[in-house]
């Protein structure tokens, strides 16, 4: 695939052929309640396999909040740019643990941090990243943006329009948007499909406000699906399976 891939968000999921995933770090802990979980990861890479398998260009972000959650140590009084570097130091850590998961399964992934460390991650060079792609490398984005105040769901959308990425998708605990939590209201309602302003009045919680105004921007469509759901990632590419769409 040539770098100058173009979005269409006319294109249904089965015909997407380079997507961004973007998961939680608590995706990661399973039933633990810190850190990582390394069946939990094995099964995430074991998904992300099945869509490499499908020949389609993989590039993920992992939160760092089964570690530190930059917000929680800005309310207990800690710096925020402090504690959002630290926040982003533990995303670094989830990525590396997501590369040895996936490097396990005979696929070849570049971590590619914000910021530098070069013993254990590739500094962020667009044009590098996208041949990685093109070489059918996974890749994991890790340290956000590299900034303060900016949240891994802005970096994932960053990261996504930067690689030309047809979607995002947004991997969670349920089957979709709802209008509230359906863990706790039987009556939750789901959306098949969403717009962006939609989810920004209405405050359903798919991403923070920046990420979803800069997915609207640029005409980038986000898949909510449940990352709990056996096979949910793959069956969504090939053009099954249960999700919301939010677009424009």
Do not use: W
């Not at 941090?113 to 990685?132: G, Q, T």
């Not at 979709?176 to 359903?204: C, F, I, M």
């Not at 990632?233 to 999700?243: D, E, K, Q, R, V």
């Amino acid at each position: 695939m040539s770098g100058n891939v173009t979005q269409n968000t006319t294109k249904t999921p089965g015909s997407y052929s380079r997507v961004m995933l973007k998961i939680s770090g608590e995706a990661l802990m399973g039933d633990q309640g810190y850190g990582l979980h390394p069946p939990t990861v094995a099964r995430i890479a074991q998904e992300v396999k099945s869509v490499h398998d499908m020949g389609i260009e993989i590039c993920m972000v992992i939160g760092g909040g089964n570690i530190f959650r930059g917000l929680q140590g800005s309310a207990q009084g800690m710096e925020r740019a402090t504690a959002d570097y630290m926040g982003m130091l533990a995303t670094v850590m989830n990525a590396l643990g997501m590369q040895a998961a996936l490097e396990a399964l005979g696929i070849h992934t570049r971590v590619i941090s914000a910021i530098r460390m070069d013993e254990v991650a590739e500094p962020y060079i667009r044009r590098r990243a996208v041949r990685h792609l093109e070489k059918k490398r996974v890749i994991i984005f890790a340290a956000g943006t590299g900034n303060p105040y900016f949240t891994t769901d802005t970096a994932a959308t960053l990261r996504a329009n930067e690689m030309n990425c047809e979607a995002i998708f947004k991997g969670t605990k349920v089957d979709g948007v709802y209008d509230k939590d359906p863990a706790k209201h039987s009556d939750a309602k789901r959306y098949d499909n969403v717009t962006y302003d939609e989810v920004l009045q209405k405050h359903l919680g798919v991403m923070d406000a920046s990420a979803i105004a800069l997915a609207r921007d640029n005409d980038l469509p986000i898949i909510v699906f449940s990352l709990d759901e056996p096979g949910g990632f793959c069956g969504i590419l090939a053009g099954n399976g249960t999700y919301t769409r939010v677009h424009g």
